[in-house]
């Protein structure tokens, strides 16, 4: 069974800091594809970035990018020059056929 | 830009009274979801559906029922609703065209609490 991990329940930033949250999953397919989600406190859930599998090169999206690994089935996500509004729970997940989600990370960004 | 819209934001009911969660998307998605989401566990998967009048179950289907009899319209229904589905309900959908790289989008979520 597909399951996705997200062993960091919380973590925390300081403004205009890097930051990488993690993600590992377990499958036994070749070609899926991996995604990073973004809720804001009672905010709508929304897409940060995306990644294929069958691609080597790691996605990037302006200060988000992805350490994908697929060999050791790890894909984390990297936030550099955090924001304010950068503070919202993170959701890994992967797809083949259907979403699997992971339990989420929150993160905080200090002032 | 995709809108996914939730009937409500916000529901309070009573142990078993039926209840209704609509769900509406304007992008002509053939796929929807119904997800719940709890805190620890992530989102889990309830029912989903391919097309009109299709319904799938997830990995969590004991206790709800989905409607889905316009393409744009995926319903969830409680038949008889009990606290251990407090939660908050995500609704979201997908295109199967190709290139749309089977993301996701979601709605904003109704927070139902059952007393």
């Known amino acids: 069974a597909q399951t996705v991990t997200q062993s960091q329940p919380e973590m925390s930033v300081q403004e205009a800091e890097t930051v990488t949250l993690s993600c590992t999953y377990d499958?036994?397919?070749?070609?899926?594809?991996l995604f990073w989600y973004k809720q804001p406190p009672s905010r709508q859930m929304i897409l940060v970035i995306r990644?294929?599998?069958?691609?080597?090169q790691n996605a990037t999206e302006n200060r988000f990018s992805v350490n994908f690994q697929k060999a050791a089935k790890s894909f984390s996500l990297k936030i550099s020059d955090s924001q304010l509004g950068d503070a919202a729970m993170y959701f890994c997940?992967?797809?083949?056929?259907?979403?699997?989600f992971g339990s989420g990370t929150k993160l905080n960004v200090k002032p | 830009d995709v809108k996914v819209t939730q009937s409500s934001r916000y529901l309070v009911k009573r142990t078993g009274e039926k209840v209704f969660l609509e769900c509406v998307q304007d992008?002509?998605?053939?796929?929807m979801f119904w997800y719940r989401q709890d805190p620890g566990l992530g989102l889990r998967l309830i029912y989903f559906?391919?097309?009109?009048?299709?319904?799938e179950k997830g990995d969590i289907p004991e206790g709800y029922s989905v409607s889905r009899e316009k393409k744009e319209r995926f319903s969830l229904i409680l038949e008889s609703a009990s606290t251990n589905q407090t939660s908050m309900y995500l609704c979201?959908?997908?295109?199967?065209?190709?290139?749309?790289?089977?993301?996701?989008?979601f709605g904003p979520g109704t927070r139902l609490l059952v007393l």
């Open positions: 979201a959908s997908s295109s199967r065209a190709a290139g749309a790289q089977e993301t996701q989008y």
């Open positions: 499958t036994s397919e070749s070609d899926y594809y």
């Open positions: 990644q294929e599998a069958y691609k080597q």
């Open positions: 997940a992967y797809n083949f056929n259907k979403f699997y």
């Open positions: 992008m002509d998605h053939e796929n």
């Open positions: 559906s391919y097309d009109v009048k299709m319904k």
